[in-house]
């Protein structure tokens, strides 16, 4: 059963703002929500995370549903550095554990 | 620092080896974990440290033990392995487990070929 979906590709334009979409319709209250990315042979890298407000930091934003059953990571400003797979993550408070969805494949066109 | 350092970067083992990979972090962190990634894949969790202790190991086949010295190192010991067993090992690191609010610290992985 799948915890999270994603798209898998996305495409965009640099220096245009991208929004990577996430349904997690099975989310418990105590779920938080995580976003990484993973730039070719590289390791995940954390971009950002949530419980129930929107958040903001200096590499993206995201935007909760009210109900928590889906999210938004949104970059406002795409460069050719962003391209990346993006991955949206459930931390299962009751079992402690980090729970990867499939994630989406972002492309930036120059 | 808030690196985690992985070696050997890449691996190449025959079925009958015995080899290990090892992830080392500095920042103090009391978790540490293991996932593998197999190709255009998402990692997927292996075991957990914490405090030195294993506290989640997700069914993984006795080939692979994993080993935590002292808490700023962890291994991952590898024997009879099966070429289905090819794929980037990552290690991880966080402050604490059982905390929804921490970052994992990801390092770039042990690419290992099984033959």
């Known amino acids: 059963d799948a915890k999270t979906t994603q798209p898998n590709s996305m495409e965009s334009n640099e220096e245009e703002p991208v929004h990577l979409p996430c349904n997690h319709s099975t989310i418990s209250g105590t779920d938080y929500i995580h976003w990484y990315r993973q730039l070719p042979s590289q390791g995940p890298e954390y971009v950002i995370h949530?419980?129930?407000s929107n958040v903001n930091n200096r590499m993206a934003s995201l935007a909760i549903a009210e109900d928590r059953k889906s999210s938004t990571l949104i970059l406002h400003r795409a460069t050719l550095r962003d391209a990346a797979v993006y991955y949206c993550i459930l931390y299962l408070y009751n079992f402690n554990k980090f729970y990867f969805g499939s994630g989406t494949k972002l492309n930036v066109k120059p | 620092d808030t690196e985690v350092t992985q070696t050997p970067k890449h691996l190449v083992m025959g079925m009958t080896n015995k080899k290990s990979l090892k992830c080392e972090q500095h920042?103090?962190?009391?978790?540490m974990y293991w996932y593998k990634q197999k190709a255009k894949k998402p990692p997927e969790l292996m075991f957990v440290?914490?405090?030195?202790?294993?506290?989640i190991n997700e069914s993984v086949p006795s080939r692979f033990s994993p080993e935590c010295p002292n808490s700023s190192l962890l291994n991952l010991h590898l024997h009879a392995l099966q070429p289905e067993d090819s794929a980037l090992y990552l290690c991880?690191?966080?402050?604490?487990?059982?905390?929804?609010?921490?970052?994992?610290?990801f390092g770039e992985g042990s690419r290992l070929t099984v033959l």
């Open positions: 991880a690191s966080s402050q604490a487990v059982a905390s929804g609010t921490g970052e994992l610290f």
């Open positions: 949530g419980l129930t």
């Open positions: 920042m103090g962190h009391r978790a």
């Open positions: 440290y914490s405090y030195e202790k294993l506290s």
